[in-house]
């Protein structure tokens, strides 16, 4: 997020650059483990990684906690009004549920306003969980309308 900001502060966004929307894309991407060797430590890459309250809601629903190899990324890209875009988020998954699509991009958005950036859209496409993450914002009414489009 402090790349992004500086970023956009680099390239002299005006006020309005800073208002925009939230683009989200799942894409799979191949199954793979590796370890990774940073300074005094290392870690795995291509477990699941969406964050430690989706870690918690599916331990308390399952009742254990595991994790498992990732075939799914969530990207989570800014692209403001005035054309300044930038993926700022990527989270690695079994494809997302829509609760788990409600806890990530609601932080998402919070993580973008504590820098400066206002989401005041929400792009993806029209898959059944995307359809139904809308359906958790909107409960006492229908966002998609008959040609399957989705309206805030």
Known sequence: ?????????????????YFGGLILDEMSIQDDIQIVHYKSGSSLV???????DIKMMRAASMGKAESKMASHVLQNIFHGITGFRWPFANYPNTQASPSDL???????????????????????????????FFFLNFLHQNPIDKDGCQTL
């Open 46 to 52: 291509g477990l699941t990684d969406s964050g430690p």
């Open 102 to 132: 409600f806890i990530t991009i609601w932080k998402c958005v919070d993580a973008l306003y504590e820098y400066g950036f206002k989401a005041i859209y929400c792009c993806m496409d029209g898959s059944s969980n995307n359809r139904a």
């Open 1 to 17: 997020m402090e790349w992004m900001l500086n970023e956009a502060q680099r390239q002299n966004l005006t006020q309005e650059g």
